[in-house]
């Protein structure tokens, strides 16, 4: 399984707007900068966020983009899910109708196993985890 860039763009989108829109809302013009990310591309995938009620769009002069609710309640997960489909190691999980051998598989146990170990981990973080770890790497640290 390897995660390609939309997921990996959709994450850095969404923690974007996270952290620059608390108080306003965030262009996607904005975003491509301070990524360095295609603006053509990160089109594609709020079209997607959009889509699925995790952004919202605003029209107008101070318009831009916004999330629906508060950063503790998006998990990585949900995002990559969202712009990957499914984090399947192996595609006899993604439909087991695709593999007769299935029901006698003796790998089918290590592979559902992987499976569940990486939806827990991506479930297990937070968007606001995120935003805190974004706010600890880049505050200064001052010792005295």
């Known amino acids: 399984m390897k995660i390609s860039t939309k997921g990996r763009y959709a994450v850095r989108l969404m923690l974007d707007v996270a952290i620059h829109g608390m108080d306003k809302n ?10 360095n990310i295609s603006i053509k591309y990160l089109e594609q995938i709020v079209s997607i966020l959009t889509r699925v009620g995790y952004l919202k769009s605003v029209r107008g002069a101070q318009g831009g983009y916004r999330l629906t609710k508060a950063p503790s309640e998006y998990t990585i997960g949900d995002i990559l899910r969202t712009t990957e489909g499914t984090l399947s190691p192996v595609s006899c999980l993604e439909d087991e109708d695709t593999c007769p051998r299935v029901s006698v598989c003796p790998t089918i146990k290590l592979w559902k196993g992987l499976y569940d170990v990486i939806n827990k981990y991506v479930d297990s973080i937070t968007l606001e985890d995120l935003v805190n770890e974004s706010i600890a790497i880049n505050s200064p640290d001052f010792c005295i």
């Open 26 to 35: 965030v262009s996607m013009r904005d975003v491509a900068e301070r990524q």
